[in-house]
């Protein structure tokens, strides 16, 4: 499972973003950072997300 904390990409956001594969969590993370934080996500700050992407054990 693949995770990315909210916090980590600089938010005050205890939200955590879990799915199966980076693109899954971009996906999810594209549509909780426009909903929670009102940020839409280019594709700059898309690859910026990708290397907080963390597997989980």
């Given amino acids: 499972m693949k995770t990315l ?5 600089g ?3 205890e939200g955590v973003i ?3 594969t980076d693109e899954e969590v971009l996906t999810l993370a594209a549509a909780h950072a426009l909903e929670a934080h009102g940020v839409q996500v280019t594709s ?3 690859g910026q997300l990708q290397t907080l ?3 989980e054990n």
């Fill in 44 to 46: 700059e700050l898309a």
């Fill in 5 to 9: 904390h909210c916090r980590d990409a």
């Fill in 53 to 55: 992407i963390k597997d």
């Fill in 18 to 20: 879990k799915a199966p």
């Fill in 11 to 13: 938010f005050d956001c």
